[in-house]
């Protein structure tokens, strides 16, 4: 079983930058993918931004141009900087990593971390 274990959150000045880390528990597999979402008080859970295994990646229109979300496979661990954040980029924000065995979608979260922007 992969747990993962989410740091960097934290309270933040509207244009500040936070970067968030989520590192596996154990060795996972390159291919995995692997992704933030985030969740704001009333809303429902959202993707922010997500990276695949040849590093593709992709980005919520809300986040483009602001949020970078990167991988270091050595360390089997995921970034997701943020700059130039906003009041409403306030939320709880999870890792996720997913695989796909045939046509079966598997995947694990993280525990969630806590940003918060406000002046």
């Known amino acids: 079983q992969v747990h993962l274990v989410e740091s960097g959150g934290g309270l933040v000045q509207p244009g500040g930058s936070l970067r968030l880390s989520c590192a596996a528990s154990?060795?996972?597999?390159?291919?995995?993918?692997m992704g933030w979402y985030r969740q704001a008080p009333g809303k429902e859970r959202e993707l922010a931004a997500i990276?695949?295994?040849?590093?593709?990646?992709n980005y919520a229109d809300s986040v483009k141009g602001r949020f970078t979300i990167s991988r270091d496979n050595a360390k089997d661990t995921v970034y997701l900087q943020m700059n130039s954040l906003k009041p409403e980029d306030t939320a709880v924000y999870y890792c996720?990593?997913?695989?796909?065995?045939?046509?079966?979608?598997?995947?694990?979260w993280g525990q969630g971390t806590q940003v918060t922007v406000s002046s």
């Open positions: 990276i695949i295994s040849g590093g593709s990646t």
């Open positions: 154990r060795s996972i597999f390159s291919r995995y993918t």
């Open positions: 996720n990593v997913a695989w796909w065995v045939g046509s079966v979608k598997y995947d694990v």
